[in-house]
């Protein structure tokens, strides 16, 4: 995330926008050309770290080098909206432009502003959550996010932009697996080989969907019975998910990968991520995702405009291709 | 995993259920426990012997039967081979009894 291609002269202007630190409130950098363009995603930004009423969100703005009138009023709407809820939107570190066009406007009294002596935009903590919902984020390698920003998987999860073979995949997150799992899976589905099944939501497709699974992977080599049972279960739990969560059609992908077997549920929305659900009394199960995990080697997912992939392999993936996080 | 249709018996309060629990079959067996809740047994016994199917939302059904304060006793009978394994798999077992 931490990119060494700063835009200089003629290179077109880039906006970022990364948050971390969900324990204290959130700090939120910005860095490159707030504008029209791209004032979309620090709106959508501040609406989510605001969202709990009473935190400080920090918006570190030293890395920004440009903000047009559009951008200028988001940060008042978000510092308006933090005070009214007893909470507080702090502006950290405006420089040379920034500072003189909040100065001008009179906003440098309005927000409240802190200013550190060493602040240094690149110095970014090791857990991070990267927003990427715009295309022109340039993420080449991946990320480690913040797990308690994404729900409480306990693992480490890696986000990377996928731009190899899978050109309209956004973002690629990885549950418990290695760094460049995200970009081979996108790449995997994209491939050759691959068993699809297309479907819907309704009752009789899950039950379709599961004799359909088992079929496939029963004459696949090295796939034993217990494999077999692990992939119908993840495949139907996934396909459950989709019915429960994002209705519509869904698209179930099953491939070879590094000697095990991928599963891949691509379903119509994007934007609504896997999640825990609420713990039942007195236990520590919580659902769906963590049957998954518990029969998976790795898992995680791929969104893109207007689809999500939530995938899983199963099996033993080959030595050297990925490395274990723990 | 079965080709049959899912069905549940209410024997008293035994709970037979045969075929595939999962997402869109688990509400009967809400349906059925509720029901013999409801008739002042004391205990539910879930008789899993025919079960070729559980899914994490079967898994909330029996979970659920245990109460809203997971104090009922709630006996699952004879687990069959997909019951049994996802009840270990997901470390389950342990907050049954489970009668073989």
Redesign the interface.
């Known amino acids: 995330m931490i990119d060494d291609d700063e835009p200089v002269g003629t290179e077109p202007p880039a906006f970022d926008v990364t948050v971390a630190g969900a324990r204290t409130g959130p700090t939120v950098w910005l860095r490159g050309e707030l504008d029209l363009h791209s004032a979309g995603r620090l709106r959508t930004v501040l609406h989510d770290t605001l969202a709990d009423p009473g935190r400080t969100v920090t918006l570190d703005v030293a890395g920004l080098t440009y903000a047009d009138s559009v951008g200028l009023s988001l940060i008042v709407a978000g510092h308006r909206r933090a005070t009214s809820e007893g909470g507080r939107l702090v502006v950290r570190d405006p420089q040379g432009p920034i500072r003189r066009v909040l100065d001008v406007s009179g906003l440098l009294e309005v927000l409240e502003i802190e200013d550190t002596s060493d602040a240094d935009p690149s110095d970014l903590p090791d857990h991070l959550l990267v927003w990427l919902n715009g295309f022109e984020d340039r993420v080449d390698s991946p990320v480690l996010l913040d797990d308690e920003l994404v729900p409480d998987f306990s693992l480490p999860v890696w986000l990377a932009r996928v731009h190899d073979g899978y050109p309209d995949a956004v973002t690629a997150a990885v549950f418990g697996a290695g760094a460049d799992t995200g970009e081979r899976v996108a790449r995997t589905l994209h491939g050759h080989g691959v068993r699809r099944f297309r479907g819907d939501t309704t ?1 009789t497709s ?2 379709d969907l ?2 359909w699974a ?1 079929a496939v992977v029963a004459g696949e080599p090295g796939v034993d019975v217990d494999v077999r ?1 692990r992939i ?2 993840v495949v ?2 996934l396909a ?1 998910n989709v ?2 969560h994002a209705p519509g059609w869904l698209l179930v992908d099953l491939a070879p990968f590094d000697g095990a077997v991928l599963v891949g549920v691509t379903d119509s929305r994007p934007v609504v991520l896997p999640r825990r659900p609420e713990q ?6 919580r ?2 995702l ?2 998954v995990r ?2 998976c080697d790795g898992f995680g997912l791929v969104t893109r405009p207007r689809t999500k992939t939530v995938w899983a392999t199963i099996g033993t993936i080959g030595a050297g291709t990925t490395e274990e996080a723990t | 995993m079965t080709d049959e249709e899912f069905t549940v018996e209410v024997e008293g309060e035994v709970i037979h259920l045969r075929g595939d629990l999962d997402a869109n079959t688990a509400p009967l067996l809400d349906d059925a426990v509720r029901g013999v809740v409801e008739s002042g047994a004391e205990r539910v016994v879930l008789d899993l012997a025919e079960v070729a199917f559980v899914d994490s939302r079967g898994l909330r059904s029996m979970v659920q039967a245990r109460g809203p304060a997971g104090d009922r006793d709630v006996v699952l009978r004879s687990p069959s081979r997909a019951a049994a394994r996802i009840l270990e798999i997901t470390g389950l077992e342990a907050h049954f009894r489970i009668e073989t």
């Open positions: 009752p899950l039950v599961r004799r088992d049972e119908v279960l139907s739990e459950a019915e429960r039942a009394a007195g236990l520590a199960w659902g769906g963590d049957v518990s029969v």
